[in-house]
Structure formats: C-alpha cells, structure tokens
C-alpha cells in the first residue's frame, strides 16, 4: 500500500503462526489445536507486528485469520499467560495490556479489509479479534464468548467496551461482557454479529470467495472507507461531512475511479489496480 520502508525489510517467517499469501489474500492461522489455538505472549507480539508490517505490503490486499483445527481462539492460554502475569510486577503488566490493545488498534487501522473465519470457539481475547475484524463468517458450529469477568477480570479489554456497544447495542453488550455467556453462530447472525454463516465443511469455500472479491476489488475505495468507518464513530456531523467530502474528491483523482468510467462506456468490467 505505501513504499516508504527505509531500512526496514518484511519479516520472511512468523514463528508463532503460520502465515501465507496467495492472489492478493494473506492468511494467519493460528496452529496451536491442541489448545484451541490458545494466545501466547509471543502469538500476541507476533500479530501486533505483523499488523504494523502488512500495509507496506505490495502484494496483500485482504487479511484472514483463522484457526486450525476445532478452535479459532480460545484467549490467552491459561498457563503460559495467565499463570505466567501473576508473578509481574504492575510495569510489567501494563506492558502486557497495551501490547494486548495494540492488536486490536493495529486491526482497526489497517486500511486492508480483513475477515475472521471463526472456524470454532473464539473465546476471551480470541473473541475480540474477532470482533476487531471487519467481516466474521462463522461456522455453524463455532461460538463467541467473552470470558473476562469469568476469570476475575473487568469484561472490557482489548477495547472490547468500545466496539461492541457499537455492533450490537449498549444493553446487549452490556449482557455479552458481564455475564460472559456463549453466543453460537445463529445468535451471532441474529445479532448482526455474523456477515454469514456457513456449515463447517463450506467455510473455506466461503471465507475465500470473499477474500477474492475483496483483494481483486478497487484497493483505494475500500481502505478509505474502513478509515472513514473507523475515525467517524467519535466525531460529530459536520466534521463526518468534511472528512468524507475531502477523502472523495481526492479519490476522483484515481485512476481506479477513472477506470470505472472507460469501463461503464465500453461495457465490461473494471480492472482495479489500486491507484
């Protein structure tokens, strides 16, 4: 999306996840099935720099993050984390917890579109990067539960308290983040939670249908609208109406809004490039 790196190269290998592109669509997977994909601190630092990293990537143009096997998180692994915080000191915690919200940040600002194929339980912080993603397919059998209060902990975190108020009401997510309860796939849907839900075996299938239409889609439009969605939920109209009247007319400039002109009058469809 931008060529100014300097010295900084792209990381070649992920450690903590497996990490692939294929035509325009990068994915994450996290491979911990034992565990239902459960986070660890380095899990965590590793996606907080990938997120950094991936905008200045030429060749990505839509981000998917699932899990393999029966889960697609399920929160921070409750010995390597959770055990581990007890013994930090309150610095060393609050490096944690930031690192933590940084994931979610980073999620939210990154202009690429990016889909969470919940192929299992999303549980804890597994749901709120599901949350933090822009489309959620979910499988017929996968779930969201945020478990913060069920572990002694405030039930907003990782920025929880401010995104899902906004999906699906202040009074439900009030119930979601207190209680703790489990949501399936169809309660998600009923919610709005859910862009679509799918039977298992056809996830894939789904998750890269989409994938494709967005990393083949104008490259431009799309990063600008998920900014604008982003930075409009704390500003007032008439600033809502500045930004938007700017942000399109420098989009007018483009040559994927020209290219949609010469095709509409030729009649075939766009080739979007991005530019």
């Known amino acids: 999306m931008t060529p ?6 792209f990381t070649d290998d992920w450690k903590h996840f497996r990490f692939a592109v294929e035509d325009g669509v990068a994915t994450v997977t996290f491979e911990r099935p034992e565990r239902l994909n459960a986070l660890t601190f380095d899990v965590y630092a590793d996606l907080r ?5 991936i905008p200045h990537r030429d060749d990505v143009r839509a981000l998917v993050i699932t899990g393999e096997g029966r889960g697609f998180c399920s929160g921070g692994d409750v010995h390597e984390i959770i055990g581990e915080l007890l013994k ?12 933590t919200g940084s994931v979610v940040q980073r999620m939210r600002e990154c202009p690429l579109p990016i889909i969470a194929s919940m192929n299992g339980v999303a549980a804890g912080a597994g749901a709120v990067i599901a949350l933090a993603a822009d489309f959620r397919i979910m499988a017929t059998s996968s779930s969201l539960a945020f478990l913060f209060t069920k572990v002694g902990l405030a039930g907003a975190d990782m920025g929880s308290a401010y995104l899902l108020p906004r999906l699906v009401g202040f009074s439900k997510a009030t119930e979601l983040l207190i209680l703790g309860e489990s949501l399936d796939a169809a309660a998600a849907a009923d ?14 299938g789904a998750t890269a249908k989409l994938a494709m239409q967005l990393a083949q889609g104008p490259a431009l439009a799309y990063a600008s609208t998920k900014k604008l969605l982003t930075r409009e939920l704390d500003m007032d109209l008439g600033g809502a109406l500045e930004l938007e009247a700017m942000t399109q007319a420098l989009l007018m400039t483009t040559s994927d809004h020209a290219e949609f002109y010469a095709a509409f009058n030729e009649g075939r469809e766009p080739k979007w490039t991005g530019r």
């Open 4 to 9: 100014f790196r300097a010295t900084a190269g």
């Open 49 to 53: 720099d990938l997120l950094a990293e």
């Open 88 to 99: 930090k000191d309150a610095r060393e915690l609050l490096d944690f917890t930031r690192m």
């Open 191 to 204: 919610l709005r939670l859910a862009y679509k839900v799918v039977e298992d075996d056809e996830l894939s």
